[in-house]
């Protein structure tokens, strides 16, 4: 790859950057915090880009260059990401991927404050952990709404599941809760739904890590747009 | 700033990788022209030895006739990402299935979220080299390096960020002068023991502060002995020679970018040669394999340390992955922790690419049995 080819593989990257960090595709891939990091390495891949530029008309400018050294050849797979990011930008990672690992569930050091409303809007980690830990009586008996993605076992029984992420997608691990009651007919892996229902003292375990799945006695359920960030991210605060 | 492919001078711009497919256009050489340079089959680019010194002296100014069609590297990038667009709906239709979704939503995760800190290590690399003298390290660290060595392993505590930052500003510490043990106690420590990470260790792992204590001083510990280890066996001929002169330009600007664009696209290429491989474990291996590990000591630690070096987590990451590997004890996590941001699948590659396959392949079967052998006796003292 030579030089030209460089700077426009650098300037494609950097713009491929800023475009996710501009818009919340970024959101799919990696945690919220990184994007000031991603728009300031965009910027610096672009001017990098534009500088190689600038220095290689100079340099023809100065007369024919004997200079050749070699270049990687290996800079040619920095076509792949690029493609994969532009092109197809894949969705976060849903069903397939939480069936395969276990519940990240780990034990809270104290439970907050309830939420005001009714049915109080709860994330699946928070839900899953006042059920499993804390045996539901943090709950005070109030109906809860809970936003997550389907997610279908092999014997057909649903969950909904949020992917927990600290860094990266890399890293993210499901956090499950089995669900019970009042379904929808059709039940679709990777669709969203905001669950409304109670807690109910039933609780089962991750085949994969044998972590606690508490259960959701589910009134109702309807479908919902993907959220702007698909992950949870409350153990980065 | 010189790392540079073992390829003969000026071979890229006449033998360009075709993209798969490609083949058919690659215009053949006239005859003749290539007598010095036959071409090299397919995938034994890396492996051509370097041509004698002076070849770059004894290479012709190319013939006008030479100019006559060929397939350069703008050329052949604008076919690519135009062929990628026009075949749009069968690669999507081919990517559908879930196995190759969460495939490229993790390789696309890894890359974008290690391209910040492989640019901001990229940026301190080259204005290492261009605007920090040699003498510099000369006198800021000790003149032996036996004491060198703990002194840059402490150094590393300043670098904020995870180990893609590391591997460029290492490689400009060598060919700074600085000697390669205490260049490598900076590589190996500077990921693990500084605030950011041992901050997310603290969060990861609540009450439970010999955590951070032990991975600050395993990962210090190996560090060190790597270095002095290296200083006692290591032989400069596995470096990749560091090449003077690659990048001067005519002025300190030019060096500079110069510098930032080629670790860029050099680095850049191995760290996604690692998130590939990465992915391809993440998406591969069946997680209940673990369960099936974590109930002998030996093996549990075993498991945790081969885990480290395929899911090529960022230094930032991985202490809440580990934390949730509930199963394990505590001494498997501290192995999970020491190991991962020295050595894995993604720093292999870009090591391999900085400092030359020949030493890869040395350091990181070392660097691999001395961390799980220091996070084991760490472990079994303060856990």
Redesign the interface.
């Known amino acids: 790859?030579?030089?030209?080819?460089?700077?426009?593989?650098?300037f494609l990257?950097g713009g491929a950057?800023l475009h996710?960090g501009t818009t919340d595709l970024?959101l799919?891939?990696?945690k919220a915090a990184?994007q000031p990091?991603?728009l300031?390495?965009g910027a610096?891949?672009v001017v990098?880009?534009l500088?190689?530029a600038w220095?290689e008309r100079?340099r023809a400018r100065?007369g024919?260059d004997?200079?050749?050294?070699?270049?990687?050849?290996?800079?040619?797979?920095?076509?792949?990401?690029l493609?994969?990011?532009i092109?197809?930008a894949?969705?976060?990672?849903?069903?397939?991927?939480a069936l395969?690992?276990?519940t990240?569930l780990?034990k809270p050091?104290a439970y907050g404050a309830l939420p005001a409303g009714d049915p109080v809007p709860l994330s699946v980690v928070d839900y899953a952990s006042r059920a499993a830990y804390g045996h539901g009586r943090s709950l005070h008996g109030r109906a809860v709404r809970v936003t997550g993605f389907l997610a279908l076992d092999r014997a057909g029984h649903p969950y909904l599941v949020r992917m927990a992420l600290?860094?990266?997608?890399?890293?993210a691990?499901p956090v499950k809760i089995a669900l019970t009651g009042t379904l929808p007919p059709v039940l679709r892996p990777d669709a969203w739904l905001e669950v409304t229902g109670r807690f109910t003292p039933r609780l089962t375990h991750d085949?994969?890590?044998?972590?606690p799945v508490p259960y959701l006695e589910v009134t109702s359920a309807k479908p919902v747009p993907v959220p702007r960030d698909p992950y949870d991210e409350t153990?980065n605060n | 700033m010189a790392i540079t492919e073992d390829a003969p001078p000026g071979a890229d711009e006449r033998q360009p990788v075709p993209p798969p497919g490609a083949d058919e256009r690659q215009p053949v050489p006239p005859p003749g022209a290539d007598e010095r340079q036959p071409v090299p089959p397919s995938g034994a680019d890396e492996r051509q030895p370097v041509p004698p010194r002076g070849a770059d002296e004894r290479q012709p100014v190319p013939p006008p006739g030479r100019q006559t069609p060929r397939l350069d590297s703008p050329l052949l990038l604008v076919l690519t990402l135009l062929l990628a667009v026009l075949a749009q709906s069968p690669i999507r239709g081919l990517l559908g299935t879930p196995l190759m979704q969460s495939w490229m939503t993790v390789f696309v995760a890894v890359t974008v979220q290690a391209l910040p800190f492989l640019v901001l290590g990229v940026l301190l690399s080259a204005a290492i080299a261009v605007f920090v003298p040699a003498s510099f390290f000369a006198r800021a660290l000790p003149s032996r390096p036996a004491l060198a060595v703990p002194v840059a392993g402490v150094a590393g505590a300043v670098l904020p960020g995870c180990e893609c930052a590391s591997v460029p500003v290492a490689g400009a510490l060598v060919r700074r002068g600085v000697a390669p043990a205490a260049a490598l106690a900076f590589l190996l420590s500077a990921p693990a023991i500084n605030p950011v990470v041992l901050t997310a260790t603290a969060v990861a792992f609540p009450g439970h502060p010999e955590m951070v204590l032990g991975r600050f001083l395993a990962s210090l510990l190996v560090a060190c002995a790597m270095g002095w280890l290296w200083q006692r066996l290591g032989r400069t001929d596995w470096l990749r020679p560091p090449e003077h002169g690659t990048h001067e330009g005519a002025t300190k600007g030019e060096t500079f970018w110069n510098a930032v664009r080629h670790d860029t696209v050099h680095a850049g290429g191995f760290l996604v040669l690692g998130a590939m491989a990465a992915a391809t474990l993440k998406a591969a291996v069946p997680a209940h394999w673990l369960g099936a590990a974590a109930g002998t000591p030996l093996l549990s630690v075993l498991a945790l340390a081969v885990l480290a070096v395929l899911l090529s987590i960022c230094s930032e990451a991985d202490a809440f992955v580990a934390a949730s590997l509930t199963q394990f004890s505590p001494t498997a996590k501290l192995v999970f922790l020491v190991v991962g941001p020295m050595i894995d699948l993604k720093l292999f590659a870009m090591q391999a690419g900085t400092f030359g396959r020949a030493f890869a392949l040395r350091f990181a079967p070392a660097t691999f049995t001395l961390a799980v052998t220091g996070a084991v006796l760490t472990g079994a003292v303060l856990l």
């Open positions: 790859m030579n030089r030209q080819a460089q700077a426009a593989v650098l990257l950057l996710a970024y799919r891939y990696v990184l990091l991603l300031a390495s610096v891949l990098a880009a500088a190689t220095y100079r100065r024919p004997r200079h050749h050294h070699p270049e990687p050849r290996i800079s040619w797979l920095l076509v792949l990401p493609l994969a990011l092109l197809i894949p969705p976060a990672l849903g069903s397939y991927s395969r690992s276990g990240a780990q050091y600290n860094c990266c997608a890399a890293d691990q085949p994969v890590n044998d972590g153990w």
